[in-house]
T-cell receptor, first 112, second 110 residues
Framework: NAGVTQTPKFRVLKTGQSMTLLCAQD?????MYWYRQDPGMGLRLIHYSVGEGTTAKGEVPDGYNVSRLKKQNFLLGLESAAPSQTSVYFCASRDWKDNEQFFGPGTRLTVL | RKEVEQDPGPFNVPEGATVAFNCTYS??????FFWYRQDCRKEPKLLMS???SGNEDGRFTAQLNRASQYISLLIRDSKLSDSATYLC???????????FGGGTRVLVKP
């Protein structure tokens, strides 16, 4: 099992460009999450999903959109990137009955 | 005020020594707590859950004090490989989301 994978691992964007981050999990988990991690701020929840076809806002959703068309995939979109979105993005998933969240290796995004 | 707060450190610990640190939480409705470990430039991984009665996993002991709203982690006989950032995490009553503290950095030195 690959666990949780993220694509791409690194990306540099110019202000105003758009991109989609892909998260995939092969553990048949219902719940999936997108976080961003910034120095001194810890992990902050952007959006999450409790099942295929459902999404919900987290703590810092502005500037991001998500989709969960398939249970195993959770996409994070930036429609018009801003320098404030420079961060490390982590995806995570968990089974509905368990506590542990499994994280992907992260995507390092720089917006110039 | 952040919902989960931690001393960022770093805690510089001699190899073989014991180190302990706390985190405080503000949401009294939080149901469950956890410690995650994050190595430099890596993803967080669950270290252990925290129970009111206290729990131990090898050299690691976690404790929850609901009256004072803090969680503690103690590491005995520190190893060089224990150097990492330790994230304090709370889960609310709804159970869908976790709230992460900013992390406490621990550096174990020979």
């Amino acid at each position: 099992n690959a666990g949780v994978t993220q694509t791409p691992k690194f990306r540099v964007l110019k202000t105003g460009q758009s991109m989609t981050l892909l998260c995939a999990q092969d553990m048949n988990h219902e719940y999936m999450y997108w976080y961003r991690q910034d120095p001194g701020m810890g992990l902050r929840l952007i959006h999450y999903s409790v099942g295929e076809g459902t999404t919900a806002k987290g703590e810092v959703p502005d500037g991001y959109n998500v989709s969960r068309l398939k249970k195993q995939n959770f996409l994070l979109g930036l429609e018009s990137a801003a320098p404030s979105q420079t961060s490390v993005y982590f995806c995570a998933s968990r089974d509905w009955k368990d506590n542990e969240q499994f994280f992907g290796p992260g995507t390092r995004l720089t917006v110039l | 005020r952040k919902e989960v707060e931690q001393d960022p450190g770093p805690f510089n610990v001699p190899e073989g020594a014991t180190v302990a640190f706390n985190c405080t939480y503000s949401n009294s409705a939080s149901q469950s707590f956890f410690w995650y470990r994050q190595d430099c430039r890596k993803e967080p991984k669950l270290l252990m859950s925290v129970y009111s009665s206290g729990n131990e996993d090898g050299r690691f002991t976690a404790q929850l004090n609901r009256a004072s709203q803090y969680i503690s982690l103690l590491i005995r006989d520190s190893k060089l490989s224990d150097s990492a950032t330790y994230l304090c995490v709370g889960r609310g009553a709804a159970g869908n989301k976790l709230t992460f503290g900013g992390g406490t950095r621990v550096l174990v030195k020979p």
